[in-house]
């Protein structure tokens, strides 16, 4: 399974930009979808996870509220809507496929992992 994330670039503070990430090569219907952000110095956090179904969303604490995790199958496609950026938003975006159908917060679950897309806000 090949990941490519899309999306990313300079947003001012309180913009709200969509990452993308399309899958080729698997069955995109099956997997958990997730997405994680690394920024520099830090560890990968979780942003947000949503079930093979579609009907289990799970977010971090820290884009509650904010951010929302969406799919569409038709286009081998999880989206990421971004709202009210914050500069501590700041970060290299990865997508990733968990193969067992979870939205798993953990990144040690995933086994598919997209290049990443850098998002940087600017106060």
């Known amino acids: 399974?090949?990941?490519?994330?899309?999306?990313?670039?300079?947003v001012q503070a309180g913009g709200s930009p969509r990452l993308s990430c399309v899958a080729s090569g698997g069955t995109f219907s099956k997997?958990?979808?997730g997405w994680f952000r690394q920024a520099p110095g830090?560890?990968?956090?979780?942003?947000?996870?949503?079930?093979w179904d579609a009907y289990s969303t799970?977010?971090?604490?820290?884009v509650k509220g904010r951010f929302t995790i969406s799919r569409d199958n038709a286009k081998n496609t999880v989206y990421l809507q971004m709202n009210s950026l914050k500069p501590?938003?700041?970060?290299?975006?990865?997508?990733?496929?968990?193969?067992y159908?979870?939205?798993s917060s953990r990144p040690t679950d995933y086994r598919y992992w997209g290049q990443g897309t850098l998002v940087t806000v600017s106060s």
């Open 58 to 62: 799970y977010y971090g604490d820290s």
């Open 42 to 51: 830090k560890e990968r956090e979780f942003v947000a996870g949503m079930h």
């Open 1 to 10: 399974v090949q990941l490519q994330a899309s999306g990313g670039g300079l």
């Open 88 to 99: 501590e938003d700041t970060a290299v975006y990865y997508c990733a496929a968990h193969h």
């Open 101 to 103: 159908g979870s939205g």
């Open 31 to 33: 997997y958990g979808m």
